[in-house]
C-alpha cells in the first residue's frame, strides 16, 4: 500500500484527488489544507509519495518543499498551473527535490480531471519508488544561487573536434531536468556535435526548461519551435506536445518540431527523435543517451542504433531517479555503456576519443 499525502489549499482539488486514489486502489491517502499543516503530518503520515499544490496561502509549494527536503526528504510531484510562470516555478521545484510534476487541466476542474487520471495515477505510483537523492543534493546549490550574483556559464575542457555530421540524441522524463543539468554543464562550448534533447514535457514547459539550461551550460541551448538547422557546440531542447525529428535543409542536417505521432505515447518521443536520426545521417555517427524517465520510450530505436554500430549510453540504476526508459534499453541489451550520471559527460567525451 502506497501513503500519499495531498496538499492543497482547494477544498475541490483535495477531493478530486482523494477519490481518484481511493478508486486508483492501492493508495493510503491522507490530505493537508496548507504546507504548514502538511509539515506538522510528516512524522505521523510517513508518506511514500507527496502531491503539492504550488500556489498556496501562506507556506507556499516551494517553501514546503525545501522544508520536506531537510525535514523529511520523501518523493514530491508538484501540481502546477500550464502557464509560463507556472513552468518556471515548477522547474524551480524539480531543481530544489520535486521528482515530477502534474499539470492541472485547463477549463473547469471537474469536468477536465478525468482527462489526466491515468498519467496522474502513473507518475503518483512511479514517483513513490523515485531514488531522490540527486535531487535533492541540488538544493544546497539553488540556495547559493539565489543568496549570491548569478552563476556565470561554466568553462569546461576542451575536446579534439571530429571530422563533420554526427549527432547526439538524448532522451529523458521523470527526473529529467536535474539530469540535463548534470550532463550538459559538464560538456564544453566547443563540442563537436549538436546535441538534440527528447524531454517528455508539455509545450509551456520546454521553453524555460531551455533557457534555464541556456544559463547554466558552456553549449548554447535553444527551444526547437520551427526548422532550424544544427550546428555543432549547442543543444536543441523538443518542444513538448509535439515530436523532434532530424531532417535535411539544403543538404544541411536540420532539426523540426512537428505534429507529434498518436504512434507513440510520450512527447517528444524519443524513438521518434532517434529513428529520424537514423534516415538522415549514418548510424555510426551517432550516440544515444538515455537517461531518467518511466516507461520505454527510447528504448527500441536506440536498440536498434546499436545493433546497426551506433554507440548508446544508458544511466544506470544508482543514480537515475526512475530507472524505467535507461532500465528497459539495458535489459534489451540495447546498451553499449552504462553509468552513472555523474560519469555520463566523461563517457559522452570518451566517445569523441575512441
Not at 36 to 55: F, K, M, R
Not at 164 to 176: F, K
Not at 180 to 200: G, K, M, S, T, Y
Request: net charge negative; hydrophobic share 50%.
Amino acid at each position: 500500500m502506497i501513503k500519499l499525502l495531498v496538499v492543497d489549499d482547494s477544498p475541490l482539488m483535495r477531493r478530486l484527488l482523494v477519490d481518484i486514489f481511493t478508486d486508483a486502489g492501492g493508495f493510503e491517502v491522507a490530505v493537508a489544507r496548507s504546507g504548514a499543516e502538511a509539515i506538522d503530518l510528516l512524522a505521523e503520515v510517513a508518506p511514500d509519495v507527496i502531491t503539492l499544490d504550488i500556489h498556496m496561502p501562506g507556506m507556499d509549494g516551494l517553501a514546503c518543499l525545501d522544508r520536506i527536503m531537510v525535514t523529511r526528504p520523501c518523493p514530491v510531484v508538484m501540481v502546477s498551473a500550464l502557464t509560463a510562470e507556472g513552468a518556471d516555478e515548477t522547474l524551480e521545484a524539480i531543481e530544489l527535490g520535486a521528482v515530477d510534476f502534474i499539470a492541472k487541466p485547463r477549463g473547469a476542474l471537474s469536468l477536465e480531471i478525468d482527462t489526466v487520471v491515468p498519467a496522474l495515477v502513473e507518475k503518483v505510483r512511479s514517483a513513490a519508488g523515485a531514488r531522490i537523492s540527486r535531487t535533492t543534493r541540488l538544493r544546497e546549490r539553488v540556495r547559493a544561487r539565489a543568496a549570491g550574483a548569478a552563476e556565470p556559464k561554466p568553462a569546461a575542457p576542451r575536446v579534439a573536434p571530429l571530422p563533420p555530421e554526427g549527432l547526439v540524441l538524448v532522451g529523458c522524463s521523470t527526473g529529467g531536468p536535474p539530469a540535463l543539468d548534470a550532463l550538459l554543464r559538464n560538456l564544453p562550448e566547443d563540442f563537436p556535435w549538436p546535441i538534440l534533447v527528447a524531454q517528455h514535457m508539455p509545450a509551456s514547459f520546454t521553453g524555460p526548461l531551455a533557457r534555464r539550461l541556456d544559463k547554466l551550460c558552456a553549449l548554447s541551448v535553444q527551444e526547437v519551435t520551427g526548422t532550424t538547422v544544427l550546428a555543432p557546440g549547442n543543444v536543441y531542447i523538443g518542444r513538448g506536445d509535439a515530436d523532434l525529428v532530424v531532417t535535411r535543409r539544403a543538404g544541411a542536417l536540420a532539426a523540426a518540431a512537428v505534429p507529434s505521432s498518436a504512434e507513440h505515447f510520450w512527447h517528444p518521443s524519443v524513438d521518434r527523435l532517434v529513428t529520424s536520426a537514423m534516415k538522415s545521417v549514418a548510424p555510426e555517427r551517432l550516440v544515444g543517451v538515455l537517461m531518467t524517465g518511466m516507461g520505454n520510450d527510447g528504448a527500441g530505436a536506440m536498440k536498434e542504433l546499436k545493433a546497426l554500430g551506433g554507440t548508446t549510453l544508458a544511466e544506470s540504476a544508482d543514480s537515475a531517479v526512475i530507472w524505467g526508459m535507461p532500465g528497459a534499453l539495458v535489459a534489451a541489451g540495447g546498451a553499449t555503456i552504462v553509468a552513472p550520471l555523474d560519469r555520463l559527460p566523461a563517457e559522452l567525451l570518451a566517445c569523441f576519443a575512441r
